[in-house]
C-alpha cells in the first residue's frame, strides 16, 4: 500500500515518509510547521535583549544583571533540561515534546510580561529555558527522518533560519509593540500567540517513523542507553571538537545578539522605532542569509570532501573578523548597521554545516539525544558565558569609560573569534584523518 496515501492520523501515530511528491508535501510542510515554533523560540528569547532599554529603565537592571538572566541564568535551566528531554524524545513521541514544550515557554513568556521586579523576571526567564530546552533537539530528529542524507544539509538549513527570522521579527514587533504601548505588551503578546501554535503542532505534525530514510538495519535498531550515547558522543574527536568550536562561535554571536540593540541605541543615538526596522532587516537577512548559504554550500561541497563541515565556517569567521571591529568602532549607527550587515551574515554559516555533521554522524535512534548534547556544550559556552562575559565587562569598564563601557567590551570579543576559528580547522583535521582511517580499513 502506498504510505503517501494514508489518511493523516493523529500525532500520536507514527507514519513512515515516502519518496512520492505527496511525501515530499508532506515533509515540506513539517518542515514550516517546525520551522515557526523556532522562529517563536527565538522570538520570545530575544524579546528581553530587544526590550532591554525600557526593561533597564522601570526595573533598575545592570549590564551585569542583564547579561545574567540572558545568559548564564537562562543556559543552565536550557542546557541541563535538554538532555532528559532528549532522552525522552528518543523514546516517546517526539511531536508531542515539541508541542509541550511550545506551550510552556510562551506561557513563560507571558509571565515574563507580568514581572514586577527583577526575581520575578529571573523565574520566568528560567521557565523560558526549561520549555525551550524541548523545542529544537526534537525538531533537529523529525526533520533528519523527513528529509534524507543529501537534503538534510539544506532542510537543516531552512529550519535553522528560525533563530535570524524570530530576532528579526522580535526586534521588529516587539520593539514596534513597545514603543506604541509598553514592553510588557509585547512579552504578553507573543507569548499568546505562542500557545496557539503549540496546538496546531500538535494536532497537524505527524510522528514519522524513526530512521525511515535511513538503512534498513539502523532504522530498527532500538532505542540507545542514556549513558551509552553519551560516552560514544564525549568520546568521538569529530562530535566533541564540532561541539566546542560551536560554543566560542556562539560565545561571539549571543553575546553580540543579546547586546547590541543596546549599545545602538545607548551608545549610537538609535531609537526604538528606527531598532525595529533598520536593525530587523540587518538581522533578518544577515543571519537568514549566512544560514539558508551555509546549508547549501554544506551540501554541495561535503560531497567532495567532509571536511567542509569544517572549513566552511572558519573561512567565514575570518572574513568577519575585521567587519565586526567596524562595527563596534563605527561613529554612528547608520555606519555600524553597514559594518554589522557582514558579520551578521558570516557568524551563522557554522550552524548548519554543525548540525548537519551531528546528525550525519550518529544513528537514527541517537539524533535526539545527541543533537541536545551538543546544543548542551555550544550553549553552556555561548549562551550562558558569552552575554554573562559581555555585560561584566562592560560594568567593569564603566569607571573608566562611562559612555562607551559597551563599546570596550564588545572589542573583548575579538580573541573568541580567534579560538572559533581554531577550534573548526583542529575538526577539520580530525574529519581528515577520520576519512584516511575508513579508508584504510574498506
Not at 530587544?50 to 545592570?62: F, R, W
Not at 538572566?69 to 516517546?92: E, K, M, Q
Not at 527570522?165 to 510588557?184: E, K, M, N, P, T
Not at 500557545?195 to 539502523?218: I, K, M, Q
Amino acid at each position: 500500500m502506498d504510505q503517501s496515501a494514508i489518511t493523516p492520523a493523529a500525532a500520536g501515530a507514527e507514519a513512515p515518509v515516502a519518496g512520492t511528491a505527496a511525501g515530499r508535501g508532506r515533509a515540506g510542510f513539517v518542515l514550516a510547521i517546525l520551522g515557526f515554533v523556532y522562529v517563536l523560540n527565538f522570538l520570545d528569547r530575544q524579546l528581553l535583549s530587544i526590550l532591554a532599554k525600557p526593561i533597564q529603565d522601570e526595573l533598575g537592571v545592570t549590564d551585569g544583571q542583564l547579561g545574567l538572566i540572558s545568559g548564564l541564568y537562562f543556559a543552565l535551566f536550557y542546557c541541563l533540561i535538554s538532555i532528559p528531554v532528549g532522552w525522552l524524545a528518543d523514546r516517546t513521541n517526539r511531536v508531542r515534546v515539541v508541542a509541550f514544550a511550545c506551550a510552556l515557554w510562551s506561557a513563560a513568556t507571558i509571565a515574563c510580561g507580568l514581572a514586577r521586579t527583577y526575581p520575578q523576571l529571573v523565574g520566568a526567564r528560567m521557565a523560558v529555558g526549561v520549555g525551550e530546552a524541548g523545542g529544537v533537539p526534537p525538531s533537529y530528529a523529525i526533520i533528519s527522518d523527513y528529509f534524507p542524507s543529501g537534503k538534510r544539509g539544506t532542510a537543516l538549513g531552512l529550519f535553522n533560519l528560525g533563530p535570524p527570522i524570530g530576532q528579526a521579527l522580535g526586534v521588529a514587533f516587539g520593539a514596534s509593540i513597545a514603543a506604541a504601548f509598553d514592553w510588557r505588551s509585547a512579552f504578553i503578546a507573543i507569548g499568546v500567540v505562542g500557545v496557539f501554535t503549540a496546538l496546531v503542532v500538535l494536532l497537524t505534525v505527524r510522528e514519522p517513523r524513526r530512521g525511515g530514510l535511513d538503512a534498513p538495519s539502523e532504522a530498527k535498531a532500538p532505542a540507545e542507553g542514556f549513558w551509552k550515547t553519551c560516552r560514544m558522543f564525549f568520546t568521538r574527536p569529530v562530535l566533541v571538537l564540532v561541539s566546542l568550536a560551536c560554543g566560542a562561535n556562539q560565545f561571539v554571536t549571543y553575546a553580540l545578539l543579546n547586546f547590541a540593540t543596546l549599545f545602538l541605541m545607548r551608545e549610537k543615538g538609535m531609537t526604538l522605532q528606527e531598532v525595529a526596522v533598520w536593525y530587523a532587516l540587518v538581522v533578518g537577512l544577515g543571519a537568514g542569509g549566512g544560514i539558508f548559504l551555509g546549508g547549501r554550500l554544506v551540501d554541495w561541497l561535503a560531497k567532495k570532501s567532509k571536511r567542509a563541515y569544517a572549513l566552511l565556517p572558519a573561512i567565514a569567521l575570518a572574513l568577519a573578523v575585521p567587519f565586526f571591529i567596524g562595527f563596534v568602532w563605527a561613529p554612528d549607527w547608520q555606519t555600524a548597521l553597514k559594518f554589522l550587515i557582514v558579520p551578521m551574515f558570516l557568524n551563522y554559516f557554522y550552524l548548519s554545516p554543525s548540525v548537519a555533521l551531528v546528525q550525519e554522524e550518529v544513528r537514527p535512534n541517537q539524533r535526539v539525544l545527541s543533537g541536545a548534547l551538543l546544543l548542551l556544550v555550544m550553549n553552556l559556552i555561548g549562551l550562558g558565558l558569552g552575554p554573562t562575559w559581555l555585560g561584566a565587562a562592560s560594568d567593569f569598564l564603566r569607571a573608566s569609560y562611562p559612555d562607551h563601557s559597551l563599546q570596550m567590551a564588545l572589542y573583548t570579543l575579538v580573541p573568541f573569534y580567534v579560538v572559533a576559528i581554531a577550534l573548526f580547522l583542529a575538526l577539520s583535521g580530525a574529519l581528515k584523518r577520520e576519512q584516511t582511517r575508513t579508508a584504510g580499513a574498506s
